[in-house]
């Protein structure tokens, strides 16, 4: 929509109203975004000049709605919990699909894509004003392919759900991959000193999924592939260690990973 108002040298409430659309509320992206109903829908569609199937396909938030047979076109600001917001897209990939109009889009990824392997970015969080660089940290673009290579197991989804919220855990609570987590995000800030002056939040929150990417996607490919049958915990926690190159893994009682190992795979 930024693009189009860009173009037409229009402000976005101006373009609304000479497109016959009424807006609703009010609100800024990331921390919102507009839905149109099905009319206001093909009103974009005609002055994009992009057929509306075509418009869905490249911009599935664009989605049908109940309202398809309102003959007002409206448009509606919706505030977004912060789980729900888009991320900052790759600047230069968004550079070239764009033709070199604009560097800034916003999307929704699925956590395949939270790095850009070809050109070395990241935007892990919302807030992030700007994305990451991450070439200092080669070892990101790598985990992204195997992630790409573990959607493949049927089990893919369950394991990765399940090992983020260890890693994630882990991460918060300084267990098992501190000393190896804070070197990856002294190397982050480094190459994007923009990280101190980010927000409210601290850069070892702002980052904490990039940071832990590569050990949740070698966790979540271990689980995966872990056998359906009794096992001895000891022996799987050998496997795991050894996965994530570990000396040892001693997780506590209350440990999730253990938790998982003890009850889910009884």
């Avoid at 800030?189 to 050990?215: F, I, K, M, Q, W």
Wanted: with cysteine; glycine share 2%; net charge positive.
């Amino acid at each position: 929509m930024q693009r189009v108002v860009t173009t037409y040298q229009l402000t976005l409430p101006q373009f609304f109203d000479g497109a016959d659309i009424t807006l609703h509320r009010h609100g800024t992206s990331p921390t919102a975004e507009l839905r149109l109903n099905h009319t206001a829908a093909r009103h974009l569609a005609a002055l994009a000049r992009i057929p509306l199937p075509h418009l869905r396909r490249s911009l599935p938030r664009l989605a049908h709605t109940d309202d398809a047979h309102s003959t007002e076109a409206a448009a509606r600001w919706k505030r977004l919990e912060a789980a729900q917001q888009p991320v900052r897209a790759c600047t230069l990939c968004t550079r070239h699909r764009s033709h070199g109009t604009t560097d800034t889009a916003w999307v929704h990824p699925p956590p395949r894509q939270l790095v850009c392997p070809h050109h070395h970015q990241a935007a892990p969080d919302p807030r992030l004003i700007s994305t990451i660089r991450t070439r200092a940290a080669p070892e990101l673009a790598a985990a992204n392919y195997a992630h790409h290579r573990l959607l493949r197991h049927p089990r893919a989804t369950t394991a990765w759900t399940t090992a983020r919220a260890i890693t994630t855990r882990w991460y918060d609570h300084q267990q098992h991959l501190t000393h190896r987590w804070h070197t990856r995000l002294n190397q982050l800030c480094t190459a994007n000193p923009h990280l101190a002056t980010a927000g409210r939040a601290s850069p070892a929150l702002l980052t904490r999924d990039l940071v832990t990417y590569p050990e949740t996607v070698v966790l979540a490919r271990t689980l995966a592939t872990l056998p359906n049958r009794p096992h001895d915990t000891s022996d799987v926690l050998t496997h795991i260690a050894h996965r994530l190159s570990l000396a040892r893994l001693t997780p506590a009682a209350n440990d999730p990973l253990r938790a998982f190992l003890t009850h889910t795979r009884r």
